[in-house]
C-alpha cells in the first residue's frame, strides 16, 4: 500500500518542451490515478489538464476532499522575462483553469540583493492570478542551487512581501542543480517561519529521496517520476 502522507504531497509534473498532447493525457491518468496534489504543466496545457480532471470529478475541492488541482508554471525556467509579461501569462493560466501557478522568480533580483525587484515580480503575479480567481496558489521558485543562504532568504522575504503562498526550490532544468535537504532547510527556516509552505523540486525521482525532502520540512514535492516514487513508497508503512 501507499503512503498517503506521499501521495497527496505530488504534483507529478511534465514540463519538458517537446512534451505534446498525448503526453500530457498520460501523464493526467498518474495524477488521477494516485490522486496527487496537482497536475504540473506549461501553461498551454493548463485547460486541457482541467478538464481532464473536471471530468474525472476530482478536480473541485468543495466536492471531493482529496481533490487534483491544476498547475501551470510562469516565467519558466529562467524567469528572465518582465513580471508584466508574467502576470499576463498568469492571468491567461488561471483563465484556462490554473488553480495553481509557480511562477520562476527573478535570478538576477535574488543575485544582486533587490529585495524590492523581487518582491514586484512576485506581487504582479500573485495580484493577477487573483484577479482572476482569488483561490488561486502562487508558488515561487528560488531556484536554490544557484543561490546562498542569505539570497534565499532574500527570496522568502520577496514572496512573503509579495503575497505568495509557496517558496520552491527549483525548476529542474538550472545546470547547478535541483533540491536538496539543506535547501528545503533553509526554506523552512525563513519561508515557513513566516506562514509560506515549502514544495521541494528537481531531482526528486525516488522514495527514499521524497521521504528525505518532507522530513526536511517540504509540505510538497514536484515529480515527474511521481510513479517511480509512489512504486518505491509501496513497501512503506502506511495506506493510501
Known sequence: MIPADIARTIDHTILK?????ADVRRM??????????????????????????????????????????????????????????????????????AQEIDMVISLAALLTGDLEDARNDVYE??????????????????????????????????AVEGGA???????????????????VGWLKNYGGGAGLKVKASGGIR????????????ADRLGCSSGVAILSGAAAAPGTY
Not at 17 to 21: M, R, S
Open 165 to 183: 503562498d509557496f517558496v520552491k526550490t527549483s525548476t529542474g532544468f538550472h545546470p547547478k542543480g535541483g533540491a536538496t535537504v539543506e535547501s
Open 206 to 217: 525516488d522514495y527514499a529521496t521524497a521521504r528525505q525532502m518532507l522530513d526536511a520540512g
Open 28 to 97: 493526467w491518468q498518474d495524477v488521477s490515478s494516485y490522486r496527487g496534489a496537482a497536475g504540473g504543466v506549461n501553461g498551454r496545457w493548463a485547460g486541457l489538464v482541467r478538464e481532464l480532471l473536471r471530468e474525472a470529478g476530482v478536480d473541485d475541492p468543495g466536492k471531493t476532499d482529496r481533490p487534483v488541482l491544476t498547475c501551470a508554471v510562469v516565467g519558466f525556467p529562467l524567469g528572465a522575462n518582465r513580471s508584466t509579461i508574467k502576470a499576463i501569462e498568469a492571468s491567461s493560466c488561471a483563465k484556462d483553469g
Open 125 to 158: 503575479v500573485v495580484r493577477a492570478a487573483k484577479a482572476v480567481n482569488r483561490n488561486s496558489v502562487v508558488k515561487v521558485i528560488l531556484e536554490t542551487a544557484a543561490l546562498t543562504q542569505e539570497q534565499t532568504a532574500l527570496g522568502c522575504r520577496a
Open 17 to 21: 518542451p517537446e512534451a505534446a498532447a
